[in-house]
């Protein structure tokens, strides 16, 4: 059982940069493996990076590559992703999402979901 609530969210122009933070209530975060998705308007929702329970291990969809970095606390029941260099191709909800299998980059592969949280890049 985890609750996640995301944060971070905003406005920002191209080129700029942003940190979300997926925040998980529990004793039991270490148990899953993380991910974060984005959906933008008329679109599916996407596999943009996870990270393993341990936080040793971490994959990428190849857009974000160089660009994003997800990174975990188990101390602090925490994971962020830290976003650099945005294009307006990223404007789009982010969510956050937790795992107890191991997951790989479809949506349904994950067991609960925060509500997300927008970030819009200008032009």
């Known amino acids: 059982q985890v609750q996640l609530v995301e944060s971070g969210g905003e406005l920002v122009q191209a080129g700029g940069s942003l940190r979300l933070s997926c925040a998980a209530s529990?004793?039991?975060?270490?148990?899953?493996?993380m991910g974060w998705f984005r959906q933008a308007p008329g679109k599916e929702r996407e596999f943009v990076a996870s990270?393993?329970?341990?936080?040793?291990?971490?994959n990428y969809v190849d857009f974000v590559k160089g660009r994003f970095t997800i990174s975990r606390d188990n101390a602090k029941n925490t994971v962020w992703l830290q976003m650099n260099n945005l294009k307006p191709e990223d404007t789009a909800v982010y969510y956050c999402?937790?795992?107890?299998?191991?997951?790989?980059?479809?949506?349904?592969?994950?067991?609960?979901w925060g509500r997300g949280t927008q970030v819009t890049v200008s032009s």
């Open positions: 529990g004793r039991t975060f270490s148990t899953y493996a």
């Open positions: 990270i393993s329970r341990s936080g040793t291990s971490t």
């Open positions: 999402a937790a795992a107890l299998w191991v997951p790989r980059t479809r949506p349904e592969e994950y067991d609960t």
